[in-house]
């Protein structure tokens, strides 16, 4: 199992960013995937799922409305479009396979969200 994030960096308040995960080595698009965070000093929290066949998606409540997730299967590539972003969302930023920030993950992509 390989999952490899990119496409994080330095953005303003306000800005946006999108995030992505090539998978490897499994059924990509058999698996529910998900994006957990960790904040600088906190531990792990969930961001957002969907799931591999109907991508049925869900989303913590702070990221609603600002975070879109989403996949194409076809690639076996995971996304994570944010927008309106925030301070708070500074974050190293991990694409995990499942629902759980105990699941399987991969080396992450800092966002970093500052003036």
């Known amino acids: 199992v390989q999952l490899v994030e990119s496409g994080g960096g330095l953005v303003q308040p306000g800005g946006s960013l999108r995030l992505s995960c090539a998978a490897s080595?499994?059924?990509?698009?058999?698996?529910?995937m998900s994006w957990v965070r960790q904040p600088p000093g906190k531990g792990l929290e969930w961001v957002s799922g969907i799931s591999g066949d109907t991508g049925s998606t869900s989303y913590r409540g702070s990221v609603k409305g600002r975070f879109t997730i989403s996949r194409d299967n076809s690639k076996n590539t995971l996304y994570l479009q944010m927008n309106s972003l925030k301070p708070e969302d500074t974050a190293l930023y991990y694409c995990?396979?499942?629902?759980?920030?105990?699941?399987?993950r991969g080396q992450g992509t800092q966002v970093t969200v500052s003036s």
């Open positions: 080595g499994f059924a990509f698009s058999t698996y529910y």
């Open positions: 995990a396979r499942g629902g759980s920030t105990s699941a399987i």
